[in-house]
């Protein structure tokens, strides 16, 4: 075993235990997430934004790797019905505000969706889109909805390029991204970049799966990383947008990541969510951590 401190935007540090990186675990986690287990250690909120929120315990955690796994780690989690979440004016007034909003913009979005779809078959051929099964509020999965952006065979394309480089091995141990992504077509590399792919979102709002606001959707391979923070993020809609894209996104941490999602659990508002949303289009225009 071995252990490695990370540095947190949100202040403390952060301690992973597990083995390090290797080819075999990397090229695994293209498809899941190695089992390596997180334990975080004397975490300090910066400024006093976190607040309560942020206190972890020094202590191992487990891992989960299904979705029924996720559900049932929800309905066992203690201490949690208290939480904004779970009160009747996020589950009410939230939804009637992102029908609101996605009823406003349908027209616009429909006609940008229409255009880059266009580009999508022109450049790069057919499918337009992607989906992609994700983990949803209680442990719920469903399909997300993306523009395509990367080639065909995307996988193989992962293994062979993580197999070759270690570099990019032990980013993607680390991120689940890639800065440099041999997947991703020219086109695909500018809707990433302007969050243009995340458009076709707006059908999985309407459907109620998703929300404007909230924690950003993750794939089964990455439960491991929130560890014993996971019931948090089930605590909530996931978002289209959220405190994670408007605080530099692919440049802070993922462990990093998880406290942003708990502190938004935690201290949801609508008023919170007004200000996650008017800070978007400035971290989509500087394409703040974007790749």
């Known amino acids: ?4 401190i990370l540095s947190s935007s949100t202040g403390g540090r952060i301690v992973t235990i597990g083995p390090p990186p290797s080819a075999e675990s990397d090229l695994r986690g293209a498809e899941s997430s190695s ?7 004397n975490l300090s909120p910066a400024s006093g934004q976190f607040g309560d929120a942020a206190s972890f315990r020094s202590k191992t955690f487990a891992s989960f790797n299904r979705s029924s796994e996720a559900l049932e780690l929800w309905r066992d989690a203690p201490d949690l019905g208290d939480l904004p979440t779970q009160s009747r004016k996020y589950e009410v007034g939230k939804r009637i505000f992102d029908i609101a909003l996605a009823i406003l913009i349908a027209p616009i979005v429909g006609l940008m969706i229409a255009f880059i779809g266009a580009l999508i078959f022109l450049t790069a051929g057919q499918p337009i889109f992607f989906r992609q099964k994700r983990i949803g509020q209680h442990g719920r999965e469903f399909y997300i909805w993306k523009f395509r952006t990367m080639r ?20 993607w141990f680390h991120t689940h991204k890639l800065r440099n992504d041999p997947r991703i077509t020219p086109l695909g590399s500018l809707l990433r970049k302007t969050s243009l792919d995340e458009l076709p979102q707006l059908l999985n709002v309407f ?13 089964r391979a990455e439960m491991v ?11 909530a809609v996931p ?7 408007v605080s530099g996104r692919c440049n802070v941490s993922y462990e990093a990541r998880v406290i942003l999602d708990e502190t938004y659990v935690c201290k949801w508002s609508m008023a919170r969510d007004l200000w996650i949303l008017l800070k978007t289009p400035r971290a989509v225009c500087y394409r703040d951590g974007a790749y």
């Open 239 to 245: 978002g289209i947008t959220g405190l994670w894209q």
């Open 35 to 41: 089992a390596d287990e997180l334990e975080f250690e």
């Open 225 to 235: 990383k929130y560890a014993e923070r996971f019931p948090y993020y089930l605590a």
């Open 207 to 219: 459907a109620g799966d998703m929300s404007f606001v909230g924690p950003r959707p993750i794939v």
């Open 152 to 171: 065909p065979h995307a996988d193989h394309i992962l293994a062979e390029h993580l197999k070759r480089d270690a570099e990019a091995r032990d980013e």
């Open 1 to 4: 075993m071995a252990s490695s």
